[in-house]
């Protein structure tokens, strides 16, 4: 199928969409669908209605979900497909079973990936579609790729941070078969490059970005200095860090609210950190906090810290760096591409605890430094972050790869 400009149209898929954590494939969806590229959304999961704001429920009325499954159907769409073409199905169904490197709990994974892929590729038809994106190196980019081989459309994905540097499952066969690749950083480019350096000519690097004028700054602060973290309660996100850190400032005297915005595993650790010091005047847990609520923790906040043991770049961080509030941010993986040390940020040691502590020390005592900080993180975000420019290079691509060269 040729496309034209005007009638360029794919499928986005993911795991969960809309999801609480992912807001900015949203504002990716958001920006491509208002700039003319009609994207159907398919996800493999449905979010419990607990999770998604009213402005977010809107996307939820044209997603295609995998789950709950419609037995009848995904019996007839494997049926369909074996009595279709028996050969490529089965063909398809060893290829993603029999990989050398992968384990077997991989394979098992696989295998329902290979389920769901099919059952997807029946509405893929029935869409008319010829190029799936897939957002996440995992399980979604996986279906993808079946759905390619099965019905000889071309496929992508964005390269984002746990599933690319994890997981690992198939993912060199994906990064081979795939038409291109986005990466948000740099250094997912070049982790890329060192498992297949001949797909240096397919991958394109595309930050995540927010709106300046959505994420504008407020003046207005509280006596208090406060402290604001945002990020899902799990271990690798390091959260315990953060409260190890406030206990030592507390033990030097200093006064400070700090605040973390976030639901997980972790909740009931992180509890007991905060009654073992003492913390609980100190430290709040606020829970999960939907996006159009998010700005009045943003507008509070004099210090952001994100104390990640890995990360690959951090939307949040852009989101606090766009408000003008100072961001305290580890030296991992893409971080530093967008946190500059004592230039747009502060960087630390992952799980120095001490370090941390220090570095909201230098902070909560240097208002000029926070100033500094906060007008150049800004700058940053409205120079490379920029939501409305990451989905402008986005559309073209898109139209590089979809739309044949008379237009």
Request: proline content about 4%.
């Amino acid at each position: 199928m040729n496309y034209s400009k005007e009638s360029l149209s794919l499928v986005y898929i993911t795991s969960v969409f809309p999801a609480l954590s992912h807001t900015f494939i949203h504002r990716e969806v958001r920006g491509l669908r208002a700039s003319g590229v009609k994207i159907k959304s398919y996800s493999v999961h449905r979010p419990p209605a607990d999770t998604i704001s009213a402005d977010d429920s809107e996307l939820m009325d044209d997603t295609f979900y995998v789950f709950p499954l419609g037995i009848i159907r995904f019996i007839w769409s494997h049926l369909y497909y074996f009595c279709k073409a028996p050969a490529k199905y089965l063909e398809i169904l060893l290829f993603v079973l029999t990989r050398r490197e992968t384990k077997l709990g991989d394979r098992v994974r696989c295998f329902f990936h290979f389920c769901e892929a099919i059952y997807v590729a029946r509405r893929v038809e029935r869409d008319n579609i010829k190029h799936i994106h897939a957002h996440f190196a995992g399980g979604s980019a996986t279906c993808a790729m079946i759905i390619s081989k099965l019905l000889g459309i071309n496929f992508s994905f964005t390269a984002h941070g746990t599933a690319l540097l994890i997981e690992r499952v198939l993912l060199k066969e994906k990064i081979e078969s795939a038409e291109f690749i986005i990466a948000i950083s740099n250094y997912n480019k070049n982790f890329i490059l060192d498992i297949v350096p001949e797909s240096i000519h397919k991958i394109y690097v595309v930050h995540c970005g927010v709106d300046p004028a959505e994420f504008a700054p407020c003046p207005f602060k509280t006596d208090v200095i406060t402290i604001l973290s945002v990020g899902r309660l799990d271990p690798v996100k390091g959260h315990s860090i953060l409260i190890e850190a406030c206990n030592l400032l507390h033990k030097s005297g200093f006064q400070f609210h700090c605040i973390i915005i976030g639901e997980g595993p972790e909740r009931q650790r992180l509890e007991q950190l905060i009654r073992k010091y003492k913390l609980d005047d100190f430290v709040e847990l606020k829970g999960a906090v939907f996006q159009s609520e998010i700005q009045q923790y943003y507008d509070q906040a004099d210090i952001f810290v994100l104390p990640s043991i890995r990360e690959t770049m951090g939307v949040v961080l852009m989101e606090a760096m766009a408000k003008e509030t100072p961001v305290i941010a580890p030296r991992v993986m893409g971080v530093p591409e967008l946190v500059k040390h004592m230039e747009t940020g502060v960087l630390t040691s992952p799980t120095d605890v001490r370090q941390l502590a220090d570095a909201i020390a230098l902070l909560i005592n240097n208002y000029e430094l926070r100033i500094k900080l906060g007008k150049k993180g800004r700058k940053k975000v409205i120079q490379e972050f920029n939501i409305n420019d990451s989905v402008a290079s986005l559309k073209s691509i898109f139209e590089h790869y979809l739309v044949d060269s008379e237009g």
